[in-house]
């Protein structure tokens, strides 16, 4: 059973516009979360994290957005650029129980338009 | 560093063959993961090792599935006999520290065809 869900197989933007991927999560052990991009013909690699006592991490054009209540989080990307067109994945992991695993979701793969 | 690096790139085979994947994580890194993934379920986690240990091989699909790491800087992914159902990119992972900061660094993965 899927842990954690990424219900949007696909996104596309315009250049410039704003792009926001989704992410619910079922298991409330999980307290570390992480996006990572993956290109074609390559592994995924690490875009940014948030901790569960937090509710908001920036990163320069990336910000994620934790909603613990909700077992939500979104990736929000400002301005899109068409670089950014990859999958995204997101990932979770339940520290406080000692467990060194992620669990991913299906991805989301982001065509921004130029 | 050159990274985790995965061969072969790709690999296709007959079904009922043996297969063998191949990791070389990042030196110093004592976490090695094997990831499987499908268009239906993403990245599943098949198998990880600490300090060459498995520690959680809940995700390996059935007894055709078989890893190992002899040591810290080499691991395998068996499968014996492959089937059609088995084709999917399996991706080798390393970490320091698996769920935080950066997680893990990615080989670029295996692409297996069984026909």
């Known amino acids: 059973d899927q842990q954690v869900k990424q219900n949007s197989p696909s996104l596309s933007v315009q250049e410039g516009r704003i792009s926001i991927l989704n992410c619910d999560y079922t298991?409330?052990?999980?307290?570390?979360f992480l996006w990572y991009k993956k290109y074609p013909a390559e592994g995924p690699t690490f875009l940014i994290s948030?901790?569960?006592?937090?509710d908001k991490n920036e990163d320069g054009r990336f910000t994620v957005f934790l909603n613990k209540s909700a077992k939500h989080l979104s990736l929000h990307i400002v301005p899109s650029q068409p670089g950014d067109s990859a999958v995204y994945f997101c990932?979770?992991?339940?520290?406080?129980?000692?467990?060194?695993?992620?669990?991913f979701g299906t991805g989301t793969r982001l065509t921004v338009i130029p | 560093d050159a990274g985790v690096i995965q061969s072969p790139r790709h690999e296709v085979t007959e079904m009922g063959q043996e297969v063998t994947l191949r990791c070389k994580p990042i030196s110093g890194h004592d976490y090695l993961f094997w990831y499987r993934q499908t268009m239906m379920r993403g990245l599943e986690l098949l198998i990880y090792f600490n300090n060459n240990v498995p520690i959680d091989d809940s995700g390996m699909p059935e007894d055709r599935f078989s890893a190992k790491m002899p040591n810290a800087s080499f691991s395998t992914l068996k499968i014996q006999p492959s089937e059609p159902r088995d084709s999917a990119v399996y991706f080798c992972?390393?970490?320091?520290?698996?769920?935080?900061?950066?997680?893990?660094?990615f080989g670029s993965g295996t692409r297996l065809t069984v026909v």
């Open positions: 990932a979770a992991s339940a520290l406080q129980t000692g467990a060194n695993n992620l669990f």
């Open positions: 298991n409330s052990m999980f307290d570390y």
């Open positions: 992972a390393s970490s320091l520290e698996p769920g935080r900061n950066y997680g893990y660094t």
């Open positions: 948030i901790s569960s006592i937090k």
